[in-house]
């Protein structure tokens, strides 16, 4: 697990070799022990390189040791071994430097890194800090307010940046490990006291601490509940405040704090599932990173409304050309406009020049007829959708493959009046789609591999998270929506408003309640949907009684204000009232009330007190129940899918780590339990019943979330 070998007859090289990025599990760290005892100990050696194998010097801790008991040589003894050491020790940084693997460096004398090379401590997201030193070696080397950012973000810097710093002493675009060797042969037998970070006087700013509590406001504003970073500042300032020893004994302890916390397993879980939701699986057992994607360098976007106009951007900041197709001028034109501006504003961001060469625009479909693939962003109107699909398939070559960004329609409908359907899938960004990093992809029943396989390569190239759905209505995310905001609405006439809804949420960790979220989307989106379900105005069916629709309860609440013109920010009202349409400073309206109260009296609802646990229970275990539905279904193939959904496209708090890592976390038995109180005090509200897969899960033990794959299996054999 360390490489170790005699180069220029006096300079030990230790190659660190765990791939993918030479994480320091226990074998490695018991390879870094005895290759660095072996050097200091060979009268040969003078020096010492430390490198990583596959031009990856280290990714850090190895993460998935913190599931079991960390055994093995501790990291701490083991830095402070290579800093104490007499020869001098040179990190030969390429690839990564990131967490453990930075404070590995930091440990060593000198660092030399490759000009490609990431550096950074990212432990923060995952629920943790840096806790082999490196809230102490960090702020000594480059002071406490550059440290204290660095560390509080998790941000990874470029080595020019770790340059400028002061991280790295030297940045070359050779061979870092071959420049290191050199570098560590010129510094053989210079003085090395300086060198050693841990034996630095602090520099300490006059103004500590207001630099302190400035950034823990900021913490504190940006990560609402989040722990980490709180307990970064806090290892931060030990450092700024105790010797080192003492230093190193308060970054342990509150390391020990966060690594049992659940905030630390639930962002830890994201990072996994992130990774896992990469490598789906067709129901087929086709596995799309098995079946070779197409690739791609010439797209269509149809429609240059909000999603096509974000769209074209995603792709042509990666270099894909792309024709922009509207049918009308005056809309070509507006969008053509704000597409420009988009792609300058974005590349004077990047420092990079915008690419505005690779865009065309047109008001003629046949200009797509030798295009790579084709993305429809029309409106979400079926029958429109599908003109445009019937069009498409007289005009693109046989080789295009067509995608539909539909939030929620039927992407087999739209493949039956193609003549390939096995080369139509969903796309399905969400707004603004070149900022929002999910995407959708959406199988048909008759979509091949190869469509999803080309839709997943091209999601990752253009920067997108991207997880593979099945087809039903409003697929994964859209569909888990729909009981969330209904629980909401049902609240409301119950005696809760907006403001305390919302409250509830954020206090949970959302960014934005519901109803903020609702005003800031524009409430005639649903409206729209609902409209075209059949579920507004009169009554379709007269056995309904009252607040019913198509047999289950129905809050026409959220119509009701639609009719009276508030569609939320756009209009200044909606759930709140803003200064001016377009505001974004929401304040509780008191008309908001006045329409509750008629509303509940008109329909004799006494308003009782709510909790803000029944708020919670209520939206989140009946957005999960739908997520078990959803399992059950199919329509996603694993719990970690349903999580990067909510992470990525609904602001769900990541330290929760997503609706169904949150009901694991909760104890499955429990959430059941509650379900069931509520569906018996509700029995008109389906999404209330606890979910098949849910009810399984329990009768076998709540198995961990890993494990639920095991149990969806057996409910599809048995569907
Ligand atoms: C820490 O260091 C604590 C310390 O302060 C000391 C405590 C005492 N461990 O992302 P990729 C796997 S905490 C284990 O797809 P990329 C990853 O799961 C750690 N496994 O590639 C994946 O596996 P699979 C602080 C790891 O090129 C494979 O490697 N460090 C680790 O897009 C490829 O990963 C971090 O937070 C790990 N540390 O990106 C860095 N890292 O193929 C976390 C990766 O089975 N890592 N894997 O799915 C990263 O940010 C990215 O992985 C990295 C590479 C930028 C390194």
Known sequence: MARYELVKRSVALITLTNPPVNALSAAVRLGITETIRRALGDPKVTAVVLCGENGKFCGGADIREFAGTLRGPSIITLMDGIEA????????????????????????????????ARLGLPEVTLGLMPAAGGTQRLPRLIGIPAALELITTGRHISAQEALKLGIVDQVTDENACKMAVEFALNVVGKPLSSR?????????????????????????????????????????????????????????ELFATLFNSGQARALQYCFFAQRTAGKWTLPSGAQWNNSKPREIRSAAVIGLGTMGRGIVVSLARVGISVIAVESEKKLLDTGRQMVIGMLERDAKRRGVTASLNLLRFTLSLQDLKDVDIVIEAVFEDMALKKRVFEDLSKVCRPGTFLYTNTSGLDVDALAGVTDRPHMVAGMHFFSPAHVMKLLEVVYGSRSSSETIATAMSLGKRIGKVSVAVGNCHGFVGNRMLKPYTDQANFLLEEGATPEQIDKVLEEFGFAMGIFRVSDLAGLDVGWRIRKESGLTGPKIDPKDPPRRRQGSRYSPIPDMLCEQGRLGQKTGCGWYVYDKPGGTDAKPDPLIQNLLQTYRS?????????????????CLFSLANEGFRILEDGIAAQPEDIDIIYLFGYGFP?????PMFYASMVGLERVLE????????????????????????????SPPIQKWREHIKQIHSHL
């Open 674 to 701: 509650r379900l069931e109180h509520y569906h018996h005090v509700h029995p008109d509200v389906p999404h209330l019943e606890p979910s098949r897969l849910l009810r399984k899960l329990v009768a076998c033990g």
């Open 654 to 658: 990541r330290h929760r780590g997503g």
């Open 602 to 618: 008109r329909y004799g609802i006494q308003p009782r007190n709510i909790s803000g646990q029944e708020i919670i229970e209520r």
């Open 85 to 116: 050491g007499v020869k001098p020790v040179v990190a030969a940084i390429e690839g990564v430097a990131l967490g453990g693997g930075l404070e590995l460096a930091l440990a060593c004398h000198y660092r030399i890194a490759h000009s490609k």
């Open 196 to 252: 050693r970070l841990s034996t630095l006087t602090m520099p300490c700013p006059p103004n500590l601490d207001a630099i302190f509590e400035a950034v823990t406001m900021q913490v504190q504003k940006k990560a609402r509940g989040v722990m980490a970073p709180l307990a970064c500042i806090q290892g931060v300032r030990a450092a700024a405040t105790l010797p080192y020893s003492q230093g190193m004994k308060r970054e342990s």
